[in-house]
């Protein structure tokens, strides 16, 4: 088996890759999550007869993880593309 040797723009694309490769999990994890809470407000909301609000989120539906506002804008973004307003 021959050697190959790599350009040291070959080596900085792996170094990258490898360092991004994390972020990439972890919103990959965050999406799962915010699709997954957008899909349980959704049935809370049609339940309840209560619209989303960041309010109804937090004190009514009890959202309680730290990212409560990214995680409402998440899912205000979900419902607009599944809902589009006229």
Known sequence: MSQM?????E???????????PDFHLNVTYRL????TALAVEEWSIKT???LT???F??????KDDDAEKM??????IY???????
């Not at 040797?5 to 723009?9: C, H, V």
């Not at 080596?11 to 490769?21: E, T, Y």
């Not at 999550?33 to 997954?36: G, L, Q, R, T, V």
């Not at 409402?72 to 973004?77: F, K, L, P, T």
């Open 72 to 77: 409402y804008e998440s899912i205000d973004r």
């Open 58 to 63: 937090v004190n009514d539906f009890g959202y």
């Open 5 to 9: 040797f790599l350009t040291n723009a």
């Open 54 to 56: 960041f309010a109804s």
């Open 49 to 51: 007869g209560l619209s």
């Open 11 to 21: 080596i900085g694309l792996i170094l990258d890759r490898r360092q991004n490769a």
């Open 33 to 36: 999550k915010a699709i997954k």
């Open 80 to 86: 607009d593309a599944a809902w589009p307003r006229e």
